[in-house]
């Protein structure tokens, strides 16, 4: 492969980690197993949440490509395939036609369907508010709220609104609903309901991550993804304030 | 003594139900999404058999997070998958939310003192948690160190050895 080529495979491989939710050290450590597997010296790969630039050289010229980052979700599936894609790389040094496709079918690979994803929020809002102490009723409507937040998240994404303003919104979604249920009815525990539906918005994946990359001492990123931790968490108390001030 | 443990029961298997939905969510796929929600019953496990000894909630939420760690890092390694797939749903059940809430249920009513006390006590929980994962994390790394130098260590000898017999 030539040098521009190894250059393309290894910064595609990171981003598509990056992108669905690797750790830092893990983008970081691919591209330099990547590049170094392709036989390249001076690999200098750098990778914050927002962007990875990659330099390397073939002991003749030398060469940079940086990528930002612009959108990221959590698919850990192909996290997982894309770390055996490395791996595989390292192994049989593929040429560029045969890594694109394989990247391409991973990139394509299954995801679950819509109901089911929306089975699954219903069924996460009815888990925990059980699991929280609730009774069998609040985990009826603990279900009904998490199957609206999910519609409500995937209305408020077609329409490209920031997600401070989305957790705002479902925090005081969820507030409003089970407190007035609770005020009318007498029949549910209004907290019980409250907090376990927000475990459908609290940023678990980004506090555990920022953790782990404080570990592997990437300072910078464990600091933005704890500060992104952070806003959630605010956007999601904002919410349910304004929702426990109004009724 | 047998309702509390019925209880228990049925709160881990919550735990386990509202991590397998997350893993949904997270679009994880085949054995790895039983694996990996099982984790949250670890975890649940953990922290009321840790209540049982120390009736401490941050000792408990340690434990739990010690414990939820070290799991991952074997699944890793028996699963040959990144540890992020196993360690985001075992913490799920130990995100302190009841505790946040309360913070904030006491801020907007006005009762500073509580809200204050019991936001002391949230970020407590939340260090406890960092410290088990920071905790468990090094020490599997020190283990794995360890192996592979011991590995190095008796090959290199290994070598020395066919070198004499040469």
Known sequence: MKLEEVLDTAILVGYNLLRNGAEIYRVEQSIVYICTAYGMQEIEAFAIPSSIVVTISDGRLSMTKSKRVLTRDTDLDKVDKLTDLSRKICRELPDYDTFKKLLQEILNGPIYGKALTYFAHAMIGLSFTLFFGGNYWDGLVGGMIGFSIALLTGFMKRLRANLFFNNILCGFFSAFISNILAIKTGLFHADKIIIGTIMLLVPGLALANSMRDFISSDTMTGLSRLVEALFVAMGIAIGVAFAMKFV | ?166
């Open chain 2, 1 to 166: 003594m047998l309702e509390e443990l019925f209880r228990g029961l049925l709160q881990c298997i919550w735990a386990f139900l509202g991590s397998l939905c997350f893993g949904i969510v997270f679009n994880i796929r085949g054995k790895n999404l039983f694996y990996s929600a099982f984790g949250g019953f670890v975890a649940w496990v953990a922290y009321l058999l840790c209540g049982i000894v120390v009736p401490e909630e941050i000792v408990q939420y340690f434990v739990a997070s010690v414990v939820i760690s070290i799991y991952s890092e074997s699944m890793a390694v028996y699963r040959k998958t990144p540890v992020t797939v196993f360690i985001v749903l075992g913490m799920v059940p130990l995100v302190p939310g009841g505790s946040i809430f309360y913070t904030m249920q006491h801020l907007i009513m006005g009762e500073y003192q509580l809200s204050y006390k019991v936001g002391v006590y949230t970020f407590a929980i939340a260090g406890a948690i960092a410290m088990g994962i920071l905790i468990a994390s090094f020490l599997v790394q020190l283990f794995k160190f360890s192996i592979t130098n011991i590995n190095q260590k008796k090959h290199k000898k290994e070598e020395k050895d066919n070198g004499k017999a040469l």
